[in-house]
């Protein structure tokens, strides 16, 4: 495999995006009518293109999308598919309280049976693979609290989850570093990029049409509907659904108190070898992460690649979103590092690819989601880490809300209350680095802070 350099626009240097062959679909052009148009072709706007459908098959719905299909983070992540609605369970129960807690890991765990369903009636091939997860720990201390995390996930009913000593984790992952893991069987692998584009075909075989390369410039609400400017056209339409998650707060600069653009940045190695694959063991092939707030992830591909992924995102000032930061040679270094550390025997592993893409963090770590324009405008945006599996859960909330029906997913505390906004700039840059200081201090054991402790009495809390 020829070495890909870095620094390469996101097409070339994102390993799901270069096997995909398709042409991009027309732009928008002239003026246009729809009764609905989503914002963004990822996996947020296309499960709620397909909700809407459920909801109401005559309607006629259109997606403009300023790239192609799964160019924001649907097409840029690790593809490790979980059942979590929420960051984490404890966090859930810090920002919403033990009951809501409950219904979150419930509804997850439903919108997860759901989503396996929908693919296989569909016939969605997307390289699934039904694996599970490991978290790992790292030292003593985070294996205690991996214990701790286990009983209350048990407590709420999460009970499939279990504790592996270090000798079993071990004999699953076979690196220096693990003290210990837990397992947790309801986690897949996808090509995500397999699986935007299989969602797509779906909502455009069911009639919902799509434009790529068709930036939106503006949003405009009057009494009679809304209007949809592009760069090279128009679209009015009764109802508009912002699907655009990271990027919302160009179109909607008030959005942008309530989240950060965050990215994260992952390598793709070459395909392993059986004599490199015995090394790691991994006879399984499970989803890995681990127990630090700013952890690493990791992944084989079909063709058994690592994914080596950090979740030790960076905030570019300004709240900028947009291909400069698409690379960032300190974490690629870092990421190479971590691996080395890892895997020692591994570690002259080649990574061809690497890339970064945007996520979306508010202060609950959990998506939020409102109207705009007199109602006209639909949102739905915050997800980070675990977006695969619960943006879908996302799609069905905003098509409910589109279309003014009833549904208990509405009653979620994420859809009825807003997360703490951040401060603007200056402020916000300073704060972020002081927050991100602070948590990797208690990644390398030291206890949480004055500053952790305080947001934490506040119910704003980051630490998984
Ligand atoms: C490196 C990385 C690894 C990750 N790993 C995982 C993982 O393993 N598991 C997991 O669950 N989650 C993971 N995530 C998070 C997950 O990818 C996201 O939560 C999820 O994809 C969010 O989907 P979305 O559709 O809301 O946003 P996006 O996929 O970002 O979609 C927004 C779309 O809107 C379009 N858009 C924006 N503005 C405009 C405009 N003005 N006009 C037209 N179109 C516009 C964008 O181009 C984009 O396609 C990862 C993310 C990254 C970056």
């Known amino acids: 495999m020829q070495q890909v350099p870095a620094r390469q626009p996101i097409e070339k240097a994102c390993y799901w995006m270069v096997t995909r062959t398709r042409e991009p679909d027309l732009a928008l ?27 109401q098959p005559g309607l006629d719905i259109v997606v403009l999308e300023q790239g192609m299909a799964a160019h924001g983070a649907s097409g840029r992540n690790a593809g490790m598919l979980g059942a979590n609605i929420d960051h984490s369970h404890e966090l859930a129960i810090e920002h919403f309280g033990r009951d809501e807690a409950e219904v979150l890991i419930q509804a997850g765990q439903k919108n997860f049976e759901e989503l396996f369903q929908f693919l296989a009636a569909r016939g969605i091939d997307c390289d699934l693979e039904r694996n599970g997860v490991l978290n790992m720990a790292l030292s003593t201390r985070q294996f205690e609290h991996l214990r701790e995390a286990v009983r209350s996930a048990h407590a709420l009913g999460a009970s499939q989850i279990r504790v592996l000593d270090a000798a079993e984790t071990r004999a699953e992952i076979n690196s220096p570093l693990y003290h210990g893991s837990s397992f947790n069987p309801d986690a897949a692998l996808v090509n995500p990029v397999k699986l935007v584009e299989g969602l797509k075909r779906e909502s455009a075989r069911l009639g919902t049409r799509f434009h790529e390369r068709t930036r939106v410039t503006a949003i405009e609400a009057g009494r009679a509907g809304v209007r949809v400017r592009t760069l090279g056209g128009e679209i009015h339409a009764r109802k508009v659904v912002l699907a655009s998650n990271a990027y919302s707060h160009k179109l909607l600069p008030r959005l942008g108190r309530y989240f950060l653009p965050l990215y994260d940045y992952v390598l793709v190695s070459e395909p392993l070898s059986q004599a490199q694959r015995e090394i790691i063991g991994w006879r399984r092939r499970q989803s890995v992460g681990d127990a630090r707030t700013f952890f690493n992830y990791y ?5 058994d690649r690592v994914l080596w992924g950090g979740s030790d995102a960076r905030y570019h000032s300004g709240n900028r979103v947009d291909e400069a930061c698409d690379h960032s040679e300190v974490h690629y270094a870092a990421l190479r590092e ?22 979306c963090a508010t202060t609950r770590l959990t998506p939020f989601f409102g109207t705009l324009k007199r109602g006209r405008l639909v949102y739905g945006l915050g997800y980070t880490g675990h977006g695969v599996g619960s943006t879908r859960l996302g799609g069905r909330i905003l098509a409910h809300l589109a279309l003014g029906r009833s549904d208990r997913v509405l009653d979620f505390k994420m859809v009825r209350s807003k997360p703490w906004p951040y401060p603007p700039e200056p402020l916000r840059t ?20 004055l500053l ?8 704003i809390g980051f630490s998984s």
Do not use: C, K, N
Not at 33 to 50: M, N, P, Q
Not at 299 to 303: E, G, K, S, V, W
């Open 29 to 55: 052009e002239g003026r246009q009518d729809a009764d609905v148009v989503i914002i963004g072709s990822g996996f947020t706007g296309l499960w709620t293109s397909l909700f809407l459908r459920e909801l």
């Open 299 to 303: 992944r084989l591909t079909a063709d």
């Open 338 to 359: 971590s691996w080395g550390q890892h895997f020692p025997d591994l570690s002259d592993v080649e990574f061809p690819y690497a890339w970064g893409g945007p996520i």
């Open 430 to 449: 300073l704060a972020v680095s002081a927050v991100s200081e602070a948590l990797r201090r208690v990644d390398r054991g030291e206890r949480p802070s």
């Open 452 to 459: 952790l402790r305080a947001l934490d009495a506040m119910g």
